[in-house]
């Protein structure tokens, strides 16, 4: 039903879409813990500004004390490894390939300083607005005595990769690193002593309370304490043999360290000399930092984010992310939708995915929600459990539950009364009451089903294993079977838009499989295209756009019914497990680990032909990048032919602004920056003409 409830409002709301300013472009995650799935780092200007940073260029930022995050547009998809407030607006981050990224206005927006200049950089420091300092692979040390406007290396007379630097004072510092390297220094950073290690360990991390105590942690469980600057280090009994990733203080007794493990989390009252984890354990996860904020509070991430207000005794999940599996996703309106997904887990948003309320929490995973209208929809998963929920998601029901019917793996739902679950051993269970009964209509061993679209209360459609497609035209009393392929053939999902038209995702041995029916699946057409990923979920919008998800965070659009497709930058690699588009710009997909996608403008612009189907555009256009932007960003396109190409700027009146290019380009691909220094605040449109064709992109300017 949620291709059909959709449509009905298409016309509507259509218009007020088109006019929406503010919305971002393309996809954009909505869930933090699932955009670079680890953070590395974080730091806090006071109690309540901070910056987490991780990978694959990720940065967060809260100014609740941790409570609430918000994704940061970073110019750079290298991972971040550390990030360090100078002042209350200056913010220090770096990263692989020698990266070091600056921020001026409290970790809003973002730039680059320098990237493939040096090694991996892999920590920074600050003791004051002027004085910092980084550290390597390969011993790169980089001093700063100008808030980071200018870097001074240092030899540091090691090749050992240096993991971890703690600025004690104005002279003092201390850097630890691979094969037990542990250096200090007594000049502000020109000169470097070595210390000797009573272990040959790789160290991630070194704190000190004051000149004379600190403490080293590092792999294998090592924990090293000293009382007198280093001279001596001495070993603390090994407590497990987990990576112990991060320490730091909370005075001159209470230290903290967090590591991998289970959520590995220990505490010291003796300034490091003996350790113990909290009385209980709360979070089965990895940490690989861990921030102190004041005397008593701190933030430990990793692959979730934790708060303790206790001196680290207890702990708080914060909002960082949802941590779950995703795979299913309906929406009854641009805003309000419901996704669903491992443990249980029912989530619900009513501001268009911005938050999401957990709605229902343990049991089984459920693999599939449908609605009929704003308030009637139902959810399904593993041990054939059934919820259902007649306020829009916000209560959930449980109406069914059979063990010997191991699962059910997806749902249509027509209305408030009629539903269809499909799922193992071809099995169909239906309802005509809003689920106070449930009827077994179809069971066969041989086969299982994992998609199902019914056009109206009569018509619908079942695929699953062995290519088997089912057809009912009498609401399921009887279903006609066929099947397209082979054994090795497997059907994942099914979409139809109307009585004729439909579309079946799924794949053989041999190939990703796209089939097209136009006579309500008296025969169906193999689309053939480049797609080497499995597709997983496939949906109707209207009777021209169509969209598909699949393994490895894969998004293709067709713009013609299906017969041709064309990829979108998701920047996934796990894999999508469903897809709902209210109407044909607002959309959201999920999948695993805990991936929320959202798209205002129907995903945005395409990646490039891929040649899928012989896409016939010979102009295809990229969203600028960064967009928002501050002064300056990159355009890019592909053209099919030589030919001249005007690219112009305007601004929202239509006046133009600035000619970028108005010449003859040879085929292929290409790119040019557009530097907007000169411009107000605000947005602006991009215009790209070759021959008769034009496209215009949406540009955001921000500073």
């Known amino acids: 039903m949620k291709n059909h409830f959709k449509l009905i409002s298409f016309i509507i709301l259509q218009f007020i879409i088109i006019c929406g300013m503010n919305a971002q472009n393309g996809w954009y995650f909505q869930n933090p813990k699932s955009e670079g ?242 009385e209980m354990t709360y979070y089965s996860s990895t940490f690989y930092d861990v921030c102190v904020l004041n005397d008593s509070t701190a933030i430990a991430l990793g692959y979730g984010i934790l708060k303790t207000s206790d001196k680290g005794n207890t702990w708080q999940e914060q909002s960082g992310g949802i941590d779950t599996q995703f795979y299913g996703v309906c929406f009854t309106d641009k805003n309000t939708g419901t996704a669903v997904g491992s443990l249980g887990g029912i989530y619900r948003t009513i501001d268009a995915g911005e938050t999401w309320v957990q709605q229902h929490h343990g049991g089984p995973t459920l693999l599939s929600v449908d609605f009929a209208d704003a308030n009637n929809g139902f959810a399904t998963g593993y041990e054939a459990q059934i919820f259902k929920t007649s306020d829009g998601g916000q209560h959930w029901v449980k109406q069914f539950q059979n063990g010997f019917y191991l699962w059910f793996h997806a749902l249509s739902v027509t209305d408030a009364n009629h539903a269809t679950a499909v799922g193992q051993g071809g099995r169909i269970l239906r309802t005509t009451d809003g689920g106070e009964n449930w009827n077994l209509q179809n069971e066969n061993t041989e086969f299982n089903l994992y998609g199902v679209d019914f056009i109206d209360n009569n018509i619908g459609f079942a695929v699953g294993t062995s290519g088997k497609i089912l057809h009912t035209t009498n609401a399921g009393n009887h279903w006609e079977s066929r099947t397209i392929g082979d054994s090795f053939t497997d059907f994942y999902s099914v979409s139809f838009i109307d009585l004729n038209n439909g579309l079946v995702v799924g794949n053989d041995m041999d190939s990703i499989l796209i089939l097209k029916t136009t006579d309500g699946g008296i025969n169906w057409k193999k689309i053939h295209n480049n797609i080497t990923e499995s597709l997983y979920d496939v949906q109707f919008v209207s009777s021209t756009i169509a969209y598909t998800v699949g393994n490895r965070g894969i998004i293709y659009k067709s713009n013609d019914g299906g017969l041709n497709w064309v990829k979108q930058d998701s920047a996934r690699t796990s894999g999508l497990h469903s897809v709902s588009f209210f109407d044909e710009f607002n959309g959201t997909a999920v999948g695993e680990d805990g991936v929320i996608l959202h798209t205002t403008d129907g995903g945005g612009s395409y990646l490039g032909i891929d040649d899928l189907n012989l896409v016939s555009s010979d102009l295809i256009v990229s969203q600028n990048y960064p967009n928002p932007f501050n002064d300056i960003t990159t355009v890019s396109w592909q053209q099919s032919q030589s030919a001249t190409v005007i690219l112009r700027v305007t601004d929202l009146t239509g006046r133009e602004v600035k000619t970028l290019l108005n010449c003859y380009q040879e085929s292929g691909k290409h790119t040019i920056s557009f530097d907007a220094s000169g411009l107000q605040v605000g947005t602006y449109f991009l215009t790209i003409q070759m021959n008769k064709q034009s496209v215009t992109k949406k540009l955001i300017l921000s500073r």
């Open 37 to 278: 799935k680890v953070l590395r780092s974080c730091s806090f200007a006071d109690d309540k500004q901070g910056v987490a940073v991780g990978m694959n260029g990720t940065i967060i930022k809260t100014n609740s004390g941790g409570v609430d995050w918000k994704k940061i547009a970073c110019p750079t998809n290298e991972d971040l490894f550390g990030v360090s407030f100078i002042d209350l607006h200056k913010v220090i981050a770096v990263g692989s390939k020698g990266t070091i990224l600056k921020s001026n206005d409290g970790g809003d927006n973002w730039f680059v300083y320098s990237e493939k200049t040096y090694p991996d950089l892999l920590a920074v420091d600050f003791l004051n607005s002027s004085f910092g300092i980084l550290v390597g692979k390969r011993g790169k040390i980089l001093t700063t005595i100008d808030s980071g406007a200018n870097w001074i290396s240092q030899s540091s007379e090691t090749v050992s990769s240096l993991n971890a630097v703690c600025i004690i004072d104005e002279n003092i510092i201390s850097a630890v690193g691979n094969d037990g390297i542990i250096l200090r220094s007594s000049d502000a950073g020109k000169t470097w002593s070595s210390q000797t290690s009573p272990i040959n360990q790789q160290f991630c991390s070194v704190s000190f309370i004051n000149a004379n105590i600190g403490v080293i942690v590092g792999f294998n469980g090592c924990i090293l304490n000293t009382s007198d600057g280093g001279n001596t280090w001495n070993i603390t009994p090994q407590l497990n043999n987990n990576e112990i990733q991060c320490v730091r203080f909370f005075d001159k007794n209470k230290f903290i360290a967090v590591g991998t493990g289970g959520g590995l989390i220990l505490l010291s009252s003796d300034s490091g000399q003996t350790w113990e984890p909290p």
